[in-house]
């Protein structure tokens, strides 16, 4: 059965953890003391739903919630607060209903597909209320990295791009050469250690009942795959953060907060994605062994031949062909053109390339929408054209001039 295939596919990405011992210091002596469940609040967060009646494992859809904030919020705010208080989830906001993904190659293949996670609705109100309490908490005491912009307010794709541009264009204004090196996780969301997880949420304040809380919300959980209305047998979620869940996010960047705290080069993380570079060789070399230390020690692993080198260059000469560099005994593969973060960076800092490829997508979907105006119908081609299409062409036209062919002309 294709369900129970999936199933078993997806539950190979998960890992037993094999020590509880591993060493890391605190990082503050403040602690969250009390979250609050107040029925305003609940009923706050309720309305703001996006109503659409979406599967869920408790079978209770969001736009129920949503026309009834008012009168289930004092209900839940009781549910929530006895939850919290008891350290005690109810067993359905610990299941997920997972729907496979096809990403590409061929469909036969279960490892071409991503689980999309379908969690309760209910459960998710009171992680949004137990995340806000956390996110406070660790923006008032600066405990996050500022090399993260993953899943961060105020601190998106575009300024992660902006901060990374400026240090290669300052680097190549000196005349000198910026290596990067682009790590790639090996299912790093599936491969969290849940017993090392709530070391680490200890030693950054999270205490007493929310540790127990969230040790619960970790603990016992299941997933079940289902196609075209057939579910798979339950399986257990051995590691990970809950992927559908509001808190997943979170918890893996506290997870990974210390990745760069040995780093002598610059870093850059965006959730998983991360990339290393400096205009020392060496430098790098050293960080990627401190890299492969760092996953030995809390269980995570990095597919060398996926990860990218790249070589931003002043000068034709190109990149030097001793330049090598490795991790965990395997070398990284040498590139001269990378995406990153949906834009295309190539080894002389033209974004020449990056324009024709944009330019190339939309001139793919407009002669696709055309086909739909013949076919369709005039208002079909419009509906479609500003949903699709005029989003890609404003993204091409106003980020970056079409002239743009060296660093520094960002319009």
Not at 118 to 124: D, E, I, N, R, Y
Not at 135 to 150: E, H, P, T, V
Request: glycine residues 4%; hydrophobic residues 35%; contains cysteine.
């Amino acid at each position: 059965m294709k369900a129970e295939l999936l199933s078993n596919c997806f539950s190979n990405a998960f890992t037993e953890d094999k020590s509880t011992n591993t060493d890391f210091p605190y990082r503050t002596n403040h602690f969250i003391n009390s979250l609050c469940f107040e029925p305003f609040i609940v009923e706050s967060i309720l309305s703001k739903l996006t109503p659409k009646c979406n599967t869920t494992p408790d079978g209770i859809p969001a736009i129920f919630l949503k026309r009834t904030c008012t009168s289930i919020a004092l209900p839940l705010s009781i549910i929530f607060r006895n939850s919290y208080n008891q350290a005690v989830l109810p067993s359905f906001w610990k299941t997920a209903l997972v729907k496979p993904l096809h990403k590409k190659g061929s469909r036969s293949d279960p490892n071409n597909y991503r689980p999309i996670s379908l969690t309760s609705a209910v459960g998710k109100v009171m992680e949004k209320m137990v995340r806000k309490s956390i996110i406070l908490f660790l923006d008032d005491f600066k405990l996050l990295s500022n090399s993260q912009y993953g899943f961060r307010s105020k601190m998106g794709t575009e300024s992660q791009l902006l901060s990374y541009q400026s240090k290669l264009v300052t680097n190549y204004l000196s005349k000198q050469t910026t290596f990067s090196v682009y790590i790639d996780f090996r299912k790093a969301f599936d491969t969290v250690g849940t017993k090392k997880l709530l070391i680490k949420l200890e030693r950054y304040g999270i205490r007493n009942h929310l540790l127990r809380w969230l040790e619960n919300f970790l603990s016992n959980r299941t997933q079940r795959v289902i196609i075209n209305g057939v579910m798979s047998e339950e399986k257990s979620v051995l590691s990970g953060v809950p992927q559908g869940s509001v808190l997943g996010p979170l918890l893996f960047l506290l997870f990974v907060n210390d990745i760069g705290d040995n780093f002598n080069s610059d870093y850059l993380l965006y959730a998983d994605d991360l990339k290393i570079f400096s205009t020392d060789k060496s430098s790098i070399q050293r960080d990627l062994d401190s890299l492969s230390t760092w996953c030995e020690n809390w269980q995570m692993s990095v597919a060398p031949n996926k990860c990218e080198t790249i070589a931003f260059y002043h000068s034709k000469r190109g990149m030097d062909k001793d330049t090598k560099f490795t991790i965990g005994g395997a070398t990284v593969p040498i590139t001269s053109r990378i995406r990153d973060l949906g834009m295309f960076f190539t080894s002389d800092l033209s974004f020449s390339n990056h324009i024709d490829t944009v330019l190339r997508k939309a001139h793919q979907r407009v002669n696709i929408f055309f086909n739909v105006l013949r076919h369709a119908g005039f208002d079909t081609f419009i509906k479609c054209f500003i949903i699709y299409v005029r989003p890609l062409i404003e993204y091409g036209s106003i980020i970056f001039s079409p002239h743009s062919q060296r660093p520094g002309e960002i319009c």
